[in-house]
């Protein structure tokens, strides 16, 4: 489009190059609100909900949650618009998944209206960011047309044979080709997903073949269809992602690896067992998993390894019950 502008008619070549440009525009910042918006997570319990005492505990699809003494069902039926529809109940998020809800193995999240997990938007999309990541895959296409469009515009308003122009002009042939190539992918998806707008479906609905056997339930007609999705507010997000987080006890006292990788000594360095010091300063603590260990005991079982001529023991890695009885034998044997 920059070369347009050096042709001789700039009226006609300064609004291709601002359109040109909103759609650019339009087009990266519906990609940051798709991306960047929560798309529906639904907040984890901490606790199995409690069972529900109409549920018959003879059905087989009883589950026992662990170290809780709760069995769940793990399905539900619930009635929309007049219809039963089952909700599976989730083991990760301890949860009964809401109606059209279902976890991703993504991001590891329960999503409202689940449509799919998009790679390259790197976010799911749900209940939240549908209508941007539609408005993101539309304005996608049509820029693509647009280039396509206006390249050839700028090919054919040359004067002279076509080959050589399209030989001369390598930057339109460029953007022709590529254009023409990605239009059909952002351009099926496009339409792909209106119809999905038309019949109220998901993509994950439409490929597990939810409405093939079965009326849907949500389905109220195309205009009614339409008009809920863009014409109806977009709910608040269950999460506030602003709160201050509670570390949990296992946080706190962390895992006996990360302390090992904070910085493990070498045979070089000094120890300190009754401080629970090591280094050449003991200026460093002794894992804690070290330091609750019963040392008593080890030093005259040194002194006999010793006195022996055999390899010292090393008592960071056995409690001195376990500490074995060294013999001419089990020296080979490590040897």
Same mark, same amino acid.
């Given at each position: 489009?920059?070369?347009?502008i ?17 759609? +650019?525009v339009? =087009? !990266? +910042?519906?990609? &940051? ?5 929560d ?12 069972? $529900?005492?109409?549920? $018959? ?20 039926d619930?009635i929309?618009?007049g219809?039963?529809v ?12 809401p ?18 997990h ?10 939240r960011n ?5 408005f993101?895959i539309?304005t996608?296409?049509f ?12 090919i054919?308003?040359q ?5 050589s122009?399209?030989r001369d ?16 992918f ?5 339409? !792909? ?5 038309? +019949?109220?479906q998901?993509t994950?609905?439409? !490929?597990?073949y939810?409405? =093939?056997?079965?009326?849907n339930? &949500? ?26 987080? +509670?570390? =949990?006890?296992?946080s ?9 990788n904070e ?9 300190d067992?009754?401080?629970g ?7 460093v603590?002794?894992?804690?998993i070290l ?5 008593s005991?080890?030093d005259?079982?040194l ?7 055999a ?20 020296s080979?044997?490590?040897?």
């Amino acid at each position: 489009m920059l070369l347009m502008i050096k042709q001789e008619n700039p009226f006609f070549n300064y609004p291709v190059l601002i359109g040109g440009l909103l759609l +650019t525009v339009l =087009d !990266f +910042t519906f990609l &940051f609100m798709t991306s960047g918006r929560d798309p529906g997570i639904i907040p984890r319990n901490a606790q199995p909900p409690e069972l $529900d005492e109409s549920v $018959d505990l003879n059905t087989p699809s009883i589950e026992w949650i662990s170290n809780k003494d709760v069995k769940l069902p793990r399905t539900k039926d619930l009635i929309v618009n007049g219809h039963s529809v089952r909700v599976k109940f989730c083991d990760t998020c301890l949860l009964y998944r809401p109606p059209r809800a279902s976890h991703c193995s993504i991001c590891n999240n329960c999503i409202q209206k689940f449509d799919h997990h998009c790679p390259w938007v790197g976010q799911c999309i749900g209940l939240r960011n549908y209508v941007s990541f539609i408005f993101f895959i539309s304005t996608s296409t049509f820029l693509c047309l647009y280039v396509f469009v206006f390249s050839w515009i700028n090919i054919i308003r040359q004067e002279g044979d076509l080959s050589s122009i399209m030989r001369d002009d390598l930057l339109s042939v460029a953007l022709i080709v590529y254009c023409f190539v990605a239009v059909w992918f952002v351009g099926g998806l496009t339409v !792909f997903h209106f119809y999905l707008i038309c +019949t109220n479906q998901t993509t994950y609905e439409n !490929f597990r073949y939810r409405y =093939d056997k079965k009326e849907n339930p &949500f389905n109220r007609g195309i205009l009614k269809n339409i008009k809920e999705l863009f014409f109806s507010k977009i709910p608040p997000s269950m999460i506030n992602f602003r709160t201050w987080v +509670t570390e =949990d006890d296992d946080s706190v006292a962390g895992s006996a690896a990360a302390e090992f990788n904070e910085g493990f000594i070498g045979s070089k360095d000094k120890f300190d067992i009754e401080m629970g010091k090591y280094g050449k300063e003991n200026d460093v603590r002794l894992p804690s998993i070290l330091q609750n260990l019963d040392y008593s005991g080890i030093d005259d079982n040194l002194k006999k390894k010793e006195g022996n001529g055999a390899d010292a023991f090393d008592p960071y890695f056995l409690p001195s019950e376990q500490v074995p009885k060294y013999s001419p034998r089990c020296s080979n044997e490590r040897t």
